[in-house]
């Protein structure tokens, strides 16, 4: 169900509220450790626009206004006018008084008209009122005269540029004009010398009446052409063998019989009218009379002598439209010589009225493009004088006064660009940064997996207190329990580790506070624990339980005679007891590796279900790294937002390198702010403060367990035992409980 959840996770969209949280997050880490740079930034900032106003010099405004005036518009709509592009009109207006040309042309004019005035670098706007058809301008400088004398002659050299395009329109659009002109006429000239030699070669009068005439007879003969094909198609359609064998039915008949000889038709028909009223008697007759009575004899006697009547009828009949066929075919070929002799002639005169014709229109249509070509010259001569600018001056510009400097807006200004650079330092810092801060950060980087997190607690005199039965620190107590939970049921088919190696990369990741928390957890779980403080160097193990260091681990590797009962300390914890590290030995690597170290650990193994080996940091000695081949899991521990990639990373190789397999990792000092933690939040949910006693007996019990480690007893619990061992056994069921769902 847990895979299921992650690929669907995986497979969603990317979540941008996630990824902004984060970047917050990181941004929150970078400020509580480079505040400094905004008061640095923001500082700088403004000493600099302070000193920048102090030695600015006073600055001079001088203010103008320009208008677009109307149009005289001229009552003859061809008379040429030059007109502007009006979309966007007072945009381009703008773009260009404030134009590279302009301004440089305006600049040559003041230093050509005001030689005596000292120049600077002026300042330009241009802008359009509101509701009117007004351009203001502004300009400042360092210089008032010189900058007064520069917007005027900006309005006038705009003036100035406009017209120039307007003029040099107008001559372009004349040479145009003219050129034009000149071939237009070079064309009417070759098109009249067609038209001549035309003329003299043809006759116009007599190819248009011959053309017509050909075209009248043409018609006439398609007209007989069309009626014999009819004929001669009927003629060739009807089956003429069926014809003289059996007849036709009636239509078919009266059809071959108009085709053919007139004087056939009263024959055949009065033939085929008796044999029809032959027949009908025979059928009347043959109701009530015998087939061999004379008179159906005599009928049929008549019958047979009618049929073969109309047989020889239709023979004569074929042998005529056989001969009509052929005049038809005949008739039809000598019909189409002549048409075709007929439509080359009218193809002739056609085509030569079509080409008398083509000239005439090209003729036309050039000496239309003159006349027009004339009109528009003639248009522009008139209108050149004409004054056509929209735009001109209103108010030329004001003697100029001086700006106020606003010292108070420079100095903000320079605070808030200070702030933004000190954003954009505390940005670059947190991007570069590679502290660790999530587990996403430690999973994207690294193959074990995370066994488990642990929030930041509130240290005194830089320790974090140990966990209590009763601990009123929920977030903290469980996840020091999902932390043993992962650990011990993380494969499910192999032995659980009996020897738990814990380290990190650096000092100061708390590893000690985690090893002794662990071990607490699982005494917690009626599991027979031993804590040795394996750091021989900067071991203080027994500070954080308030035991002695007089005899330890070192002591007991040194010295055969000294036994592992005599170095085992009992702690306040039921089922918990510790080895200190004792004396810091001179050359700790030696017997942390020696025949001695593996006896003990063997005995130790016998007598206690879990052992946590609390050791120093991988980068910090040679150690642990050698220790770690003789643990059955290595637990690392990682400070969020303290250790960085690299050193994580430089440690896990070296690790690798003797061949230890690291079982997982812990996420230590986490934040319950960050992202992907805020599950944290409803650890209540698992609250047990109905077990805890009232405050006065919990300050009771801890005042007591004091005063019993100061007098050297044995250290135990101020709460009586009944009280203890109820506490105990509610964990105890929790624990299991949590177990058995992971």
């Known amino acids: 169900m847990a895979e299921f959840g992650t690929q669907q996770q995986s497979e969603g969209d990317f979540d941008w509220s996630e990824m902004m949280h984060s970047w917050f997050f990181k941004g929150r880490i970078a400020f509580k450790r480079m505040w400094w740079v905004f008061l640095l930034t923001i500082a700088l900032g403004m000493i600099f626009q302070a000193y920048k106003g102090m030695q600015q010099k006073p600055i001079y405004q001088s203010r103008a206004k320009m208008i677009v005036d109307g149009q005289i518009v001229l009552a003859d709509k061809s ?436 090893s002794c928390n662990l071990s607490i957890t699982l005494a917690f779980a009626s599991s027979k624990t031993l804590i040795i403080d394996a750091d021989l160097r900067r071991g203080k193990v027994h500070r954080a339980f308030g035991l002695n260091n007089d005899v330890g681990l070192s002591e007991l590797l040194n010295d055969d005679e000294i036994k592992t009962e005599d170095v085992i300390q009992q702690t306040s914890y039921e089922g918990l007891d510790m080895i200190s590290t004792g004396e810091y030995p001179e050359r700790p690597g030696e017997l942390l590796m020696s025949t001695r170290f593996d006896n003990v650990m063997a005995e130790l193994k016998q007598r206690y279900d879990y052992i946590i080996l609390d050791c120093p940091p991988v980068l910090a000695t040679d150690d642990t790294p050698s220790l770690a081949t003789k643990a059955d899991a290595v637990l690392f521990i990682i400070r969020s937002t303290y250790t960085r990639t690299r050193q994580i990373k430089s440690a896990v190789d070296t690790l690798e390198l003797r061949g230890t397999k690291i079982r997982g990792f812990v996420l230590n000092f986490v934040d319950n702010r960050e992202p992907n933690h805020y599950y944290y939040k409803y650890y209540d949910y698992y609250s047990y403060r109905s077990y805890a006693p009232k405050a006065g007996n919990r300050e009771k019990e801890r005042k007591g367990a004091g005063a019993a480690s100061k007098d050297g007893a044995k250290p135990v619990a101020a709460a009586s035992k009944e009280k203890k061992a109820e506490v105990a056994g509610e964990l105890t069921d929790k624990s299991g409980a949590d177990e058995a769902k992971s």
């Open 79 to 514: 008379a040429a006018q030059y007109n502007e592009v009006y979309a966007n009109f007072y945009g381009t207006q703008v773009q260009l008084m404030t134009s590279t040309l302009v301004r440089q042309k305006a600049a040559e004019r003041v230093q050509a008209l005001h030689p005596e005035y000292k120049p600077c670098q002026v300042s330009l706007n241009v802008s359009q009122s509101k509701d009117a058809n007004i351009f203001n301008l502004s300009a400042w400088g360092s210089e008032g005269n010189y900058t007064q004398a520069y917007l005027d002659a900006v309005m006038e050299g705009y003036l100035d540029f406009k017209h120039d395009r307007r003029a040099n329109k107008a001559k372009d659009t004349v040479y145009s004009l003219e050129e034009n002109l000149l071939d237009t006429q070079r064309q009417i000239e070759d098109l009249e010398q067609q038209k001549l030699d035309f003329q003299k070669k043809n006759n116009i009068i007599f190819v248009q009446e011959q053309g017509n005439t050909a075209g009248a007879q043409l018609a006439a003969l398609k007209d007989k052409q069309s009626q014999l094909k009819t004929q001669l198609r009927l003629l060739e359609e009807i089956d003429l063998d069926r014809f003289v064998e059996e007849g036709l039915p009636p239509g078919d008949e009266q059809a071959l019989v108009e085709s053919v000889l007139t004087e056939t038709d009263n024959e055949y028909g009065q033939a085929r009218r008796t044999l029809e009223r032959f027949r009908a008697e025979m059928d009347e007759f043959s109701i009530y009379m015998k087939p061999k009575h004379p008179k159906i004899i005599d009928l049929r006697r008549e019958i047979e002598r009618q049929e073969n009547l109309l047989k020889i009828i239709r023979r004569q009949t074929l042998n005529q439209v056989v001969n009509k066929k052929k005049i038809l075919a005949g008739e039809l070929a000598n019909l189409n010589v002549v048409i075709q002799e007929s439509e080359q002639k009218a193809l002739k005169f056609s085509t030569l009225m079509a080409e008398f014709e083509r000239i005439n229109s090209r003729l036309s249509s050039f000496r239309a493009r003159h006349d027009s070509y004339l009109k528009m010259r003639e248009s522009l001569s008139q209108s050149e004088n004409i004054h056509q600018e929209p735009v001109s001056i209103l108010e030329y510009a004001t003697s100029p006064s001086t700006i106020p400097i606003n010292k108070f807006k420079q100095i903000t200004t320079g605070g808030f660009v200070g702030l933004a650079l000190g954003i954009g330092i505390l940005f670059a810092f947190a991007m570069m940064d590679n502290r660790l801060v999530s587990v996403e950060d430690v999973t994207q980087r690294f193959q074990a997996p995370v066994l488990g997190i642990i929030p930041l607690q509130k240290q005194r005199q830089g320790e974090v207190n140990l966990l209590q039965p009763n601990d009123d620190r929920l977030m903290f107590a469980e996840s020091c329990r999902n932390i043993r939970s992962s650990l011990l049921f993380m494969d499910r088919q192999g032995p659980r580790p009996q020897t738990i190696l814990i380290t990190s990369s650096i000092p100061a990741e708390g590893k000690s506070t985690l």
